[in-house]
C-alpha cells in the first residue's frame, strides 16, 4: 500500500482526469505506451503507469507521512 488514505474527491477528479489526458495520447500514440511499457502497444496499461507514478511521486508517498 502507498498511502495509508483514500484520496479525496479532488484528488479522485484530479487522478481521473490524468488518467483520461493520458489515455487520449496513448491510443493516439501507441508506439509512446509500447516504449512506457516495453512491450506491445497497450494504452490503458500505459495511461494506468502514468496516474500510478503521480502517485508513488506525491511527498507523502516518499516521506510516509
Known sequence: QVLTRQPDEQEKKILTREYQKAL?????????????TAGPPNPQLAARMVVASLILNLDE?????
Open 24 to 36: 487520449q495520447h496513448y491510443e493516439k500514440n501507441p508506439a509512446d505506451s509500447a516504449r512506457l
Open 61 to 65: 508517498a516518499i516521506t510516509h507521512e
